[in-house]
């Protein structure tokens, strides 16, 4: 049987570079090699793209890019139905027809729509959410209003940008029951949130969102527990047993969610069966 070529792309230009990097070498590692060969496409995070020939234990300790011998600049090809990576070798373009693009790519310019836009503009099947999907999930507001539509409780939240001012902002925040989160609009891995408990501290909560997005959402805290499940397919879904995030303090910050120093993850979750179904 022949092999599925799968373009693994990694890295980005993103503030979540380094967990793409974590995420790409697991998923390079276990991928089953008697069935798929993995095209490795590494994003710089200026950027750049690189077919990357090296060692996967240079993506996961960020030198692979320094890497020069094994790496080639890249890009897909966006003429429908092409399916090919292109790659500019010193001495001649070489021409590679891959079977599908697998974007392992985390926060802005990766899994907000961006790549897939591209990735389905030419043509080439794609592994994971599409553009829609993937825009619509990174964008906290549109998400919220999206989930309130279906029925779901959301939190009461604002969202402020740039133009506004100090005291716009002030007033708009005090409509609110504190505490309060602040995040960017579109970003993950927590990036750029806080949490707090009075006035005092909104500006500089502000202050750090805004160094992620041009954006951000002020929501009003839920009490509560927080649960999750991996939804997997097409037309046929696999819905994962829903899991739990025990927290000691605090919230689910960067730390917390790449170490869980204090915190646990329990599978199953803690709930009884109509809740999960729920």
Same mark, same amino acid.
């Not at 090919?84 to 693009?101: G, Q, S």
């Not at 043509?123 to 279906?150: P, W």
């Given at each position: 049987m022949?092999?599925?070529?799968?373009?693994?792309?990694?890295?980005?230009?993103?503030?979540?570079y380094?967990?793409?990097?974590?995420?790409?070498h697991?998923?390079i590692s276990?991928?089953?090699?008697?069935?798929?060969?993995p095209?490795?496409?590494?994003?710089?995070?200026?950027?750049?793209?690189?077919?990357?020939? *090296?060692?996967?234990?240079? /993506? =996961?300790?960020? @030198?692979?890019? +320094?890497?020069?011998?094994?790496? &080639?600049?890249?890009v897909?090809?966006p003429?429908r139905?092409?399916?090919?990576?292109?790659e500019?070798k010193?001495?001649?373009?070489?021409?590679?027809?891959?079977?599908?693009?697998?974007?392992?790519?985390?926060?802005?310019?990766?899994?907000?729509?961006?790549?897939?836009?591209?990735?389905?503009?030419?043509?080439?099947?794609?592994?994971?959410?599409?553009?829609?999907?993937?825009?619509?999930?990174?964008?906290?507001?549109?998400?919220?209003?999206?989930?309130?539509?279906?029925?779901?409780?959301?939190?009461k939240?604002?969202?402020?940008?740039?133009?506004?001012t100090?005291?716009?902002?002030v007033?708009?925040?005090?409509?609110?029951?504190?505490?309060?989160?602040?995040?960017?609009?579109?970003? *993950?891995?927590?990036?750029? /949130? =806080?949490?707090? @408990?009075?006035? +005092?501290?909104?500006?500089?909560? &502000?202050?750090?969102?805004?160094?992620?997005?041009d954006?951000?959402?002020?929501?009003?805290n839920?009490?509560?527990?927080?649960?999750?499940?991996?939804?997997?397919g097409?037309?046929?879904?696999?819905v994962?047993?829903?899991?739990?995030?025990?927290?000691?303090?605090?919230f689910?910050?960067?730390?917390?969610?790449?170490?869980l120093?204090?915190?646990?993850?329990?599978?199953p979750?803690?709930?009884?069966?109509?809740?999960?179904?729920?």
């Amino acid at each position: 049987m022949q092999k599925k070529k799968v373009a693994i792309i990694f890295g980005g230009c993103s503030s979540e570079y380094e967990v793409s990097l974590q995420s790409a070498h697991a998923v390079i590692s276990n991928i089953d090699n008697k069935k798929y060969e993995p095209l490795l496409i590494g994003i710089t995070k200026e950027g750049r793209w690189y077919r990357y020939y *090296g060692k996967i234990t240079k /993506i =996961s300790d960020n @030198t692979w890019h +320094k890497d020069s011998v094994n790496c &080639v600049e890249v890009v897909l090809s966006p003429n429908r139905g092409a399916n090919e990576l292109i790659e500019f070798k010193r001495n001649e373009i070489v021409r590679t027809v891959i079977d599908c693009a697998f974007p392992i790519l985390h926060g802005k310019f990766g899994e907000d729509g961006t790549v897939q836009g591209l990735i389905e503009l030419a043509g080439i099947a794609l592994v994971g959410c599409n553009t829609l999907s993937s825009a619509l999930c990174m964008d906290k507001d549109r998400a919220h209003k999206i989930a309130a539509y279906a029925g779901i409780k959301i939190p009461k939240s604002i969202v402020i940008n740039k133009s506004d001012t100090k005291d716009e902002i002030v007033i708009k925040a005090q409509k609110l029951k504190f505490p309060l989160f602040i995040k960017p609009v579109k970003a *993950g891995s927590s990036f750029g /949130i =806080s949490k707090i @408990t009075n006035i +005092k501290h909104l500006e500089q909560a &502000v202050i750090n969102a805004f160094l992620y997005d041009d954006e951000v959402i002020i929501e009003e805290n839920i009490d509560g527990t927080e649960v999750g499940c991996a939804v997997l397919g097409n037309d046929e879904l696999i819905v994962g047993k829903v899991d739990e995030i025990e927290l000691a303090g605090g919230f689910f910050d960067y730390d917390e969610k790449y170490t869980l120093k204090t915190s646990k993850i329990h599978m199953p979750a803690r709930v009884d069966e109509k809740t999960e179904e729920r």
